[in-house]
């Protein structure tokens, strides 16, 4: 299994910017998918971005040119860089881990991490 810790959330004006982090324990963390997913008060989540093996392969597309996800397979990390940050983007931030082995699809989550967006 894969543990995953997120950090760098935390409270930004309109306008500002974030870099979240998603930490992955172990040593195979090139092997999972890695996707960045949100949730605010009272609605589903939502994913953010994904991607495969260092490749940008989805971002929403409310999101475009806002938000981009990368990873640094050497440091076991995601990371989410939030630009133009609005109110509406407040949520809970949770970094996600998928694994495609001959057994069937494997799915991690970190624990999350706040953004709020306010003035």
């Known amino acids: 299994q894969v543990q995953l810790v997120e950090s760098g959330g935390g409270l930004v004006q309109p306008g500002g910017s974030l870099r979240l982090s998603c930490v992955a324990s172990?040593?195979?963390?090139?092997?999972?998918?890695m996707a960045w997913y949100r949730q605010a008060p009272g609605k589903q989540r939502e994913l953010v971005a994904d991607?495969?093996?260092?490749?940008?392969?989805h971002d929403t597309d409310s999101l475009q040119g806002r938000f981009a996800i990368s990873r640094d397979n050497a440091k076991n990390t995601v990371y989410l860089q939030m630009n133009s940050l609005k109110p509406e983007d407040t949520a809970v931030y949770y970094c996600?881990?998928?694994?495609?082995?001959?057994?069937?699809?494997?799915?991690?989550w970190g624990q999350g991490t706040q953004v709020t967006v306010s003035s």
């Open positions: 996600n881990a998928r694994l495609f082995t001959s057994k069937g699809e494997y799915n991690y």
């Open positions: 172990g040593d195979a963390f090139s092997l999972y998918a």
């Open positions: 991607m495969i093996s260092d490749r940008k392969t």
